[in-house]
């Protein structure tokens, strides 16, 4: 095999984002970090139904991330789901008051103002 196509070789064997995530998730299944990044990527992938997937399993497992209600409730305004939407931003407020999350409670009460 000549140089070039063993660099073909191996860009065809790289991996995506999102299939480094889905590997890093099977393995620590409750790092909430990788979790959260995974439900993002699927999210820009546009594969709505495992970014909610993954949201819920985040937020299953740990209630107090804050920024996954946030993502999570506005992946939902885009779906036009928007009593759901609603819903996870509440839930992400109540979050981030038990947190001292000011920030994000600022953020989730203005999205919630929106919808």
């Known amino acids: 095999m000549n140089q070039t196509q063993n ?4 860009q065809s064997q790289k991996k995506t984002r999102r299939e480094m995530l889905e590997e890093f998730v099977a393995a620590h299944p409750n790092d909430a970090f990788a979790r959260y990044g ?4 699927c999210g820009n992938q546009g594969d709505h139904a495992a970014a909610i997937e993954n949201f819920d399993k985040l937020l299953a497992v740990h209630p107090d991330y804050v920024t996954g209600y946030f993502q999570y ?8 789901r928007t009593d759901d939407a609603r819903r996870r931003l509440t839930d992400g407020i109540e979050a981030a008051r038990r947190t ?3 920030h994000a409670l600022s953020e989730m009460e203005t999205a919630l103002a929106q919808l």
């Open 73 to 80: 409730g506005q992946l939902l305004a885009k779906l036009s």
């Open 38 to 41: 995974l439900a993002v990527e």
């Open 7 to 10: 660099q073909g070789r191996k």
């Open 100 to 102: 001292g999350d000011q």
